[in-house]
């Protein structure tokens, strides 16, 4: 059953939440820039809906897009248990490269969080992705985007040697679960090649294993605030961090923060 795709996707959105146990602590900078914005607000690559279920139970009306069905179900799931309806928080499944023509110019704050744009494995697609948001924010709206930026120690360890990184017990199963990782770094095209072990297993009990192979292409905050002016959006702050300190040679992030002018 482990290889059943179905089983297999489902097993995975709800490792992604275990992995995110602990809080990027994004979600302050996200609810900052709502109370600022107003709605309503759309979120890209909603995923399980982490920041879109915060941001809705803080009375926000938002709209949430991704083309993973396993995700959207534990949104889904995430926001029933809040007692949001569908008035509050909408869950689209569809590529947020090809958004509803309806949507455009709908938003004041369009959202794309925790390296959700490295995942556009491709320069072109990255730009392409930013373009996508500035039509979809009213004139005056918002535009957040928040993107990893690796020290060169991270970098060294590309190089595809196998790590443990956590081990924890799963509240929804009751299951021990490893994750394992082994990530490869090519430098000509700035993409990572990251591979994920999830081990999981009763205690005492055979494991199962499930795995996982992203590409990420690393896109460095230049290239971030090149593309917000070639989409038309006005780059207000360039943060290294949640709390948009400026951003500088050792910040492990590039948030950006683009208004689209009125």
């Known amino acids: ?5 179905e089983l297999r996707a489902d097993a995975l959105a709800r ?15 996200y609810l900052a820039l709502a109370a600022r914005a107003g709605g309503p607000i759309v979120e890209l690559a909603v995923g399980t809906g982490r920041v879109a279920v ?22 889904r799931t995430r926001a029933a248990h809040e007692g949001l309806g569908a008035g509050r928080l909408e869950l689209v499944e569809a590529d947020v490269l090809d958004p509803r023509a309806s949507d455009a110019g709908s938003y004041r704050l369009a959202i794309l969080a925790l390296n959700s744009l490295l995942l556009f494995a491709d320069r072109s697609l990255q730009e392409r992705v930013i373009a996508v948001m500035a039509t979809l924010v009213a004139p005056g709206g918002l535009v957040a985007i928040d993107a990893w930026q ?57 494991p199962v294993r499930w795995t996982r192979v992203d590409r990420m292409r690393l896109a460095a905050a230049d290239e971030l605030v090149a593309w917000a002016g070639a989409a038309g959006l006005e780059v207000e702050q360039l943060g290294g961090d949640y709390e ?7 910040s492990e992030r590039a948030i950006v923060v683009a208004r689209r002018p009125r």
């Not at 490792?15 to 900078?29: I, Q, S």
């Not at 948009?244 to 050792?250: D, E, I, R, V």
Request: proline fraction near 8%; glycine fraction near 10%; charged fraction near 25%.
């Open 1 to 5: 059953m482990a290889g059943h795709p």
């Open 15 to 29: 490792l992604y939440d275990l992995d995110l146990a602990d809080e990027p602590g994004d979600v302050d900078l």
């Open 54 to 75: 915060a941001l809705a139970r803080a009375g926000h009306a938002i709209v949430g897009i991704d083309r993973d069905p396993a995700m959207l179900a534990r949104a």
């Open 150 to 206: 690796p020290q060169p120690f991270d970098l060294v360890r590309l190089d595809g040697r196998l790590s443990l990184e956590w081990l924890r017990e799963d509240p929804e199963t009751g299951r021990e679960v490893s994750k394992t990782a082994s990530g490869w770094y090519d430098a000509a095209t700035r993409v990572v090649t990251l591979t994920t072990i999830f081990d999981e297993a009763e205690p005492g009990g055979a």
């Open 244 to 250: 948009l300190a400026p951003y500088g040679s050792g």
